[in-house]
Nanobody, 123 residues
Framework: VQLQASGGGLVQAGGSLRLSCVASGRTENSYALGWFRQAPGKEREFVAVISWIGGSTYYADSVKGRFSIFKDNAKNTVYLQMNSLKPEDTGVYYC?????????????????WGPGTQLTVSS
């Protein structure tokens, strides 16, 4: 499966932004789609994941209550709605598909990655 993330930009603290990730190729073999982010000088970290069937979701504690992940199966697109943004949300955001039929939170279990999209939150 090929993934393409978009929607990043510059936003003030407290603002909102929505990221999109379009999946193409052999999407029928993909169980879920996750979002990760990497801040400058830090390791990539899990943000959220959603299953294509059923729409089960799971969030990192750091974004719970502020971010929402949802999908449009007809468009093979997963969205990440980000509200109440903080400067510490700054980073490159990646979408990825897991290697297995699960909703993992560690990047090791993800096999397909799209190019990232940059989010910068100014204070």
């Amino acid at each position: 499966v090929q993934l393409q993330a978009s929607g990043g930009g510059l936003v003030q603290a407290g603002g909102s932004l929505r990221l999109s990730c379009v999946a193409s190729g052999r999407t029928e073999n993909s169980y879920a789609l996750g979002w990760f982010r990497q801040a400058p000088g830090k390791e990539r970290e899990f943000v959220a994941v959603i299953s294509w069937i059923g729409g089960s979701t799971y969030y990192a504690d750091s974004v719970k209550g502020r971010f929402s992940i949802f999908k449009d199966n007809a468009k093979n697109t997963v969205y990440l709605q980000m509200n109440s943004l903080k400067p510490e949300d700054t980073g490159v955001y990646y979408c990825a598909a897991p290697k297995l039929a699960a909703m993992p939170t560690h990047e090791y279990h993800y096999g397909s990655w799209g190019p990232g999209t940059q989010l910068t939150v100014s204070s």
